[in-house]
């Protein structure tokens, strides 16, 4: 598996698929706020990697509480309903070109680590 797919695949799990079911309505409307944010700024820094990185950073910072949200949802093995499921994957399908792009940068590799919910999600080490 590349390190593009693997990128791919942990920020459509780790981050898709374990926010809660919908008890807390908000914090799942947060969620996927958040995960819009992401999007929308990798398919504008496309092309520019170092960018990327800082801007993904920079929401990561701005987003602990919706980040924390998930962690704890991802221990709890709570999952989002299907519909929340697919605007995350729709948000993975805009992002491809960004991630094709700079998917190999380690800079980026390491501000999508930071969103880790686990060790199985757990980016494969920059090189």
């Known amino acids: 598996m590349t390190k593009l797919s693997i990128l791919t695949f942990i920020l459509a799990t780790a981050l898709g698929a374990r926010v809660s079911r919908a008890d807390d309505n908000a914090d799942l ?38 980040i924390e949200i998930g962690k704890k949802a991802a221990a709890a093995g709570k999952q989002m309903p299907a519909d929340a499921q697919k605007h995350v994957q729709d948000d993975v399908k805009r992002m491809m070109p960004g991630l094709q792009n700079c ?7 390491a501000a999508f680590g930071r969103l880790n919910f686990g060790p199985k999600h757990a980016p494969p080490p920059a090189k």
């Not at 958040?34 to 170092?50: L, S, Y």
């Not at 998917?103 to 590799?109: E, L, M, R, T």
């Open 103 to 109: 998917g190999q940068n380690k800079d980026v590799q």
């Open 29 to 66: 409307k947060k969620f996927l706020a958040f995960m819009d944010k992401i999007t929308d700024a990798v398919v504008a820094d496309k092309d520019t990697c170092p960018k990327m990185a800082t801007d993904i950073n920079s929401l990561i910072d701005a987003n602990n509480e919706v």
